[in-house]
């Protein structure tokens, strides 16, 4: 068991030690801007917003007129006037074939259809343009979170450790008053249930340090580097107090918004493109062709033309019509959709300011009761001296110290999480660490 206790406090040491070695540490910052420009889901935003730049590329290149070319070459059997005019055996003829064409086709009127296609092209573009901004702002939460994790849980280990320390000293002061006949094998137990306990929590703590890299490596896209010798500053003076303000605010420019109301915008336009195919579409077209034959069946041909087209298509089975209602409903559909994610923003902040809040009055309570543990730990130590209480009651006093200061580690890093937590929700977190001093 002994043993087992010692290779147990080597190996926390270990871990917590690692947030002092090594040359090669990374800053927030910096693990910020390494996983946006690597992460693979901005990079899938990224290459989607730029296909649909082609698209819209695509889409508006229908202003420009269209030329067709067209060739043919082979041979033919004609039975015509021209033929059976000329051929006195069977009134036909084969001959060999060359044809050519050239038109050029310019749409003067369609509806408009193509101008609300190209407005919907350049919404989904736009649509886009948030959406990558929302994903580099859900991967630069994940990234600072996981981060601050990691040095919450590699303090806590610290502190861990220096406390194990002291409650082997306090077990083997015990062992030895107990070999001295000064105090009994209860209080001996009693002392191995509180190395115990420590024994327990830093095992609680090494898994979330497993798991709090797993989740640094997912989010950033590589290792956490050992040897971070500070804690990230507060971000508390980049939070809107007034919670109503920063709502409205939040519905005004948060990229997951922005990108739902883009998103009805096209829908819209594309809604109106399909009205547009009801009206007649009116092209200009010029072109040129040429046949070369035998004299025997009509011989060369050339036909050159400058003529303006109006067509007009209907579908008898009423697709026409059920297309426009579909294109409606999917307008309607994707409005609700931004309006419930409307709410769902409103409702992420009132829960992040909640907790920012709430952990924000946890922390002073925290540093209130490490102070007052500090005062009870020193009248203790002074009733020790004077004999009044056994060593057991000096190591319990020491114990609800350490609790203490293990409480007040875990909550300084639960609130700058929870500032994370209120800035990603109001849309501005990656911004705000990218821009601002993450060292103190």
């Not at 543990?373 to 001296?385: I, R, T």
Request: proline share 1%.
């Amino acid at each position: 068991m002994r043993i087992k206790r010692i290779l147990m406090l080597a190996f926390v040491s270990m871990c917590a030690l690692g947030v002092s070695g090594g040359a090669s540490a990374q800053n927030l910052r910096e693990a910020v801007v390494y996983a946006l420009e690597n992460h693979p889901a901005i990079e899938g935003a990224r290459l989607g917003y730029g296909a649909a730049e082609h698209s819209k590329s695509a889409v508006f290149s229908e202003f420009f007129p269209e030329v067709s070319i067209g060739i043919t070459a082979g041979r033919t059997y004609q039975d015509n006037a021209t033929s059976r005019g000329l051929s006195v055996t069977r009134g036909a003829a084969y001959s060999g074939i060359g044809e050519g064409n050239i038109v050029l086709r310019q749409m003067l009127f369609d509806g408009f259809e193509v101008r609300n296609r190209v407005r919907s092209a350049d919404a989904r573009v736009k649509s886009l343009s948030y959406t990558l901004l929302d994903v580099e702002g859900l991967v630069s939460l994940r990234v600072a979170q996981s981060y601050v994790d990691i040095l919450r849980i590699s303090h806590a280990l610290k502190i861990l450790s220096e406390q194990a320390v002291s409650i082997k000293d306090y077990e083997r002061r015990i062992t030895d008053m107990v070999s001295e006949g000064v105090a009994d094998e209860v209080e001996l137990q009693q002392a191995r249930d509180v190395a115990m306990v420590i024994d327990g929590i830093s095992v609680e703590y090494q898994g979330q340090l497993i798991s709090a890299r797993a989740m640094y490596v997912e989010a950033a896209g590589q290792a956490f580097r050992d040897g971070v010798k500070y804690t990230p500053a507060s971000l508390a003076s980049f939070i809107v107090e007034n919670l109503t303000s920063a709502v409205a605010r939040a519905k005004e420019n948060h990229p997951a918004l922005q990108s739902a109301r883009m998103d009805s915008k096209a829908a819209r336009h594309e809604m109106r493109a399909e009205y547009a195919r009801m009206y007649p579409d009116l092209n200009g077209e010029l072109s040129y062709a040429k046949t070369d034959k035998k004299d025997l069946i009509g011989g060369e041909s050339q036909d050159a033309r400058a003529v303006i087209r109006l067509s007009w298509n209907f579908s008898t089975g009423g697709k026409a019509f059920s297309t426009m209602r579909q294109k409606r409903y999917e307008h309607y559909e994707i409005a609700a959709r931004h309006e419930a994610l409307s709410r769902e923003v409103e409702r992420d902040i009132y829960q992040a300011y909640a907790n920012y809040n709430t952990l924000k009055r946890k922390f002073t309570l925290s540093v209130e009761r490490v102070g007052l543990n500090d005062k009870l730990m020193s009248a203790y130590e002074a009733k020790f001296e004077g004999s009044r209480i056994s060593l057991l009651d000096l190591m319990r006093a020491e114990s609800q110290l350490f609790n203490a200061r293990l409480a007040e580690n875990d909550n300084k890093y639960y609130l700058l999480s929870a500032e994370y937590g209120v800035l990603s929700s109001l849309g501005t977190l990656k911004d705000v660490l990218i821009s601002a001093q993450t060292g103190e």
